[in-house]
Nanobody, 126 residues
Framework: QVQLVESGGDSVQAGGSLGLSCVVSGIGMTYDTYRMAWFRQAPGKEREGVAAIASTGATSSADSVKGRFTITRDNAKNTLFLQMDRLEPKDAAVYYC??????????????????WGQGTQVTVSS
């Protein structure tokens, strides 16, 4: 079955950087046809889209992270990345990786993604 495994979550100080990774398995050689995204969920809040990348390589990101977070993918390694710079306390959350077969359509809506990872915790102290 399809599995997504995130890694890289950690505790950092405000202004610092962190890189997250997500390895996808169970989809054979079709990873490059999937759209991928990062979401996050803080305690008591709804899950929100952070950044997405289509099978074409086109990207989209939430206004709150524009200019600070970068989403990329390595299709040869079935891996998704999120580089987070200039982190702020409001960025603290559990970060989730998500995948969906409708590869060409960018979306930051959680209900548009079929497969999810278990999440990795990011803590940002002021």
């Amino acid at each position: 079955q399809v599995q997504l495994v995130e890694s890289g979550g950690d505790s950092v100080q405000a202004g610092g950087s962190l890189g997250l990774s997500c390895v996808v398995s169970g989809i054979g050689m079709t990873y490059d046809t999937y759209r991928m995204a990062w979401f996050r969920q803080a305690p008591g809040k709804e899950r929100e889209g952070v950044a997405a990348i289509a099978s074409t390589g086109a990207t989209s990101s939430a206004d709150s992270v524009k200019g600070r977070f970068t989403i990329t993918r390595d299709n040869a390694k079935n891996t998704l990345f999120l580089q987070m710079d200039r982190l702020e306390p409001k960025d603290a959350a559990v970060y989730y990786c998500a995948a969906d077969k409708r590869g060409r359509l960018l979306s930051l809506r959680p209900d548009q993604y079929l497969y999810w990872g278990q999440g990795t915790q990011v803590t940002v102290s002021s």
